[in-house]
């Protein structure tokens, strides 16, 4: 059974920073692009970050150079560190596993229609 758990998220001042976790369990992800998406209610979701098998990554346009993703120890672990927050940033973060080893750019859609993302977490930015 997958299990995918996210954690981190906060409320924090405009400009501040935090560090989401990720840690999926239950299937492998040793070729498997991995990533964090993010939505808001109302709104459509969109891709925040992703790091493929080769470690190559890719990031939303909006994050401007403000955001890092990288995995832990274990390719099962996954972080996105966050810097200089914005009160657009606001939005319920999710951290999934498409299963392919590189990354589109809708990776996302495949990791939900493979059941392989969680929960989410709330991050919160405040003026």
């Known amino acids: 059974q997958v299990q995918v758990t996210e954690s981190g998220g906060v409320s924090v001042q405009s400009g501040g920073s935090l560090t989401l976790s990720c840690v999926i369990s239950?299937?492998?992800?040793?070729?498997?692009?991995m990533g964090w998406f993010r939505q808001v209610p109302g709104q459509d979701r969109e891709s925040v970050a992703a790091?493929?098998?080769?470690?190559?990554?890719m990031y939303g346009d909006f994050v401007k150079g403000r955001f890092r993703i990288s995995h832990g120890k274990t390719r099962n672990t996954l972080y996105l560190q966050m810097n200089d927050l914005i009160p657009e940033d606001t939005a319920t973060y999710y951290c999934?596993?498409?299963?392919?080893?590189?990354?589109?750019?809708?990776?996302?859609?495949?990791?939900?229609?493979?059941?392989?993302w969680g929960q989410g977490t709330q991050v919160t930015v405040s003026q």
């Open positions: 999934g596993a498409d299963g392919g080893d590189t990354c589109g750019r809708r990776w996302y859609h495949r990791a939900i229609s493979m059941g392989r």
């Open positions: 790091i493929a098998s080769d470690a190559a990554t």
């Open positions: 239950g299937v492998s992800v040793q070729n498997s692009c």
